[in-house]
């Protein structure tokens, strides 16, 4: 990325610090995933990997041994094979991690146990990510034989492992000036896409093919691929949160609603834009609209410094409740339809999440069991919506208040599986109520998406540069797209 030095150094440094010299730290890279027979899926690295490498390449391991004689960071990688590079590609081997890559030691992957095992020498605690299914047996079966040796070698040997993810999630969360520069960058590319999607989106289209133009159109800006497989939901697929089909045929009055981002150098971006695909709203789909608009509006306000992710989620909840309210999807007032969650009819997921490596990135949302404060340099996105699926003409509504957190509390003290067997017992037990939905809204889904980093005094957004106001997406609607149509 432009401007960085050696961001990859100076991550491994804050890393190599945070775990001190009484522990090394293990870290994977991805391996390569088969899709069907001897076809692979488009390798992807490990976010964590690469957050601290800048190594593309799968199935290598990155080794912290802080204050080691033989150097701090070690590279495990495939051996240059000249056969296997003609068919797929260049292979950096160990001298290339050295000249590249910026290790202080570099071996073939067949050195790894014989060195690795010698590297856990003295080491107390291993920083490790469990759950790998190609590597938790080996770290266990090296700390048997570490300890097996420790006559032999001496020292200290390894006694506890700890999740490096957690301590890589809370470096990630923190972006740098050079991070967020990356985020602009990609964040730009994707509302490229999502503009010319807007001009070339029609009826008689399909899905498939709007996102092909949104797609084109970022990677000939730059970006060689998704953050995350594209969603272009036409009609009441809108209503469905992750509908990645993509292949209905748009018909005339439809909304689009498409969540879709590039990535670029590792950061993806994360944007969500619902227009019609005629190019005007219909007085119902307009009325929703300026309910889903009104409730990014206040989560953007509250994107500041000292807010949380929770209350920005609380505060959207509340905006699109009362719109809830106001247009006749739900029949109890406000403090009810929130204490009960009618809500969750209509809306049933957050209203952000951290952004950056992963689309989903890296951090937790609760410090010391509460909410945690937004501070300069945490990126997150704002995404409200209202999905108004077909088979929503009439709803069950029960009447039990109850309070989340103290749901939450209860998962903690009792088990998830047996608190929430508890209330869904309470549920059952509780008086419900009918309610019929306007027909109108029926087939109604609508999402609205912005990318945000916390500054200072507020927050940058960083994907204004597609509309989202009724008036300004009809107008670029109504724009002759850069792509023929067929």
């Known amino acids: 990325m432009a401007g960085m030095s050696d961001p990859y150094a100076e991550r491994r440094a804050r890393l190599a610090k945070e775990i001190g010299e009484d522990a090394i730290a293990i870290i994977p890279a991805a391996v390569e995933v088969i899709r069907s027979h001897d076809t692979e899926y488009e390798f992807h690295q490990d976010p964590d990997f690469f957050y601290l490498t800048g190594f593309p390449e799968p199935e290598a391991l990155a080794v912290i041994t802080p204050g080691h004689s033989e150097g701090e960071y070690t590279l495990f990688v495939r051996p240059r094979d000249p056969e296997m590079e003609a068919w797929d590609g260049y292979r950096a081997g160990a001298e290339g991690a050295l000249e590249r890559f910026g290790a202080d030691r570099a071996f073939e992957l067949a050195s790894l146990d014989e060195v690795l095992s010698r590297y856990m020498i003295g080491r107390e ?56 520069d990356a985020l602009r960058e990609v964040c730009e590319l994707s509302a490229l896409g999502h503009a010319e999607a807007m001009r070339f989106a029609a009826p008689g289209l399909y899905e498939y093919q709007v996102q092909a133009a949104l797609e ?62 005629n190019g005007s709203f219909t007085a119902p789909q307009r009325a929703v609209y300026e309910v889903v608009l009104a409730a990014i509006d206040k989560g953007l306000e509250m994107s500041v410094p000292g807010s949380s992710p929770r209350a920005i989620h609380d505060a959207a909840t509340r905006v699109l409740t009362e719109g809830m309210i106001a247009l006749g999807l739900l029949p ?35 410090v010391d069991g509460v909410p945690r404060k937004l501070e300069p340099g945490m990126a997150h996105t704002v995404e409200p919506g209202l999905y108004i699926a077909p088979d929503k003409g009439e709803i069950t509504l029960t009447l039990l208040e109850y309070d989340q957190d103290e749901w939450n509390q209860r998962r903690l003290v009792e088990g998830r599986a047996a608190a929430m067997a508890k209330e869904a017992e309470a549920r059952e037990q509780a008086e419900k109520i009918t309610h019929v939905v306007p027909p109108e809204f029926l087939g109604i889904g609508i999402r609205i998406e912005d990318d945000v980093v916390i500054t200072d005094d507020g927050h940058e957004n960083l994907t204004t540069t597609v509309p989202k106001g009724i008036d300004e997406i009809e107008a670029l609607c109504a724009e002759t797209p850069t792509l023929p149509r067929p």
């Not at 570490?146 to 032999?152: G, I, L, Y």
């Not at 490096?164 to 967020?180: A, C, N």
């Not at 007032?333 to 952004?355: K, P, V």
Request: charge should be negative; glycine fraction near 10%; proline fraction near 3%.
């Open 125 to 180: 605690v291993i920083w490790y990510r469990t759950g790998n299914s190609h590597h938790d047996a080996r770290v266990s079966s090296l700390v048997a034989k570490a300890r097996n040796h420790r006559e032999r070698y001496g020292g200290a040997v390894p006694s506890a492992v700890r999740d490096v993810s957690v301590l890589l999630g809370e470096m990630r969360l923190f972006k740098t000036d050079d991070e967020i």
């Open 216 to 277: 084109y159109r970022w990677r000939l800006a730059g970006a060689r691929h998704n953050g995350y497989p594209s969603i272009v939901a036409s009609g009441p697929n809108a209503c469905i949160l992750h509908y990645v089909e993509n292949h209905r045929l748009i018909e005339d009055g439809d909304l689009i609603l498409i969540d879709a981002a590039a990535e670029l150098d590792g950061y993806s971006s994360d944007i969500t834009r619902t227009f019609p695909a």
């Open 332 to 366: 109890k007032g406000l403090d009810e339809s929130l204490a009960m969650h009618h809500y969750n009819q209509f809306y049933f997921h957050g209203t952000g999440h951290w952004l950056g490596l992963d689309v989903h990135d890296m951090g937790t949302y609760r």
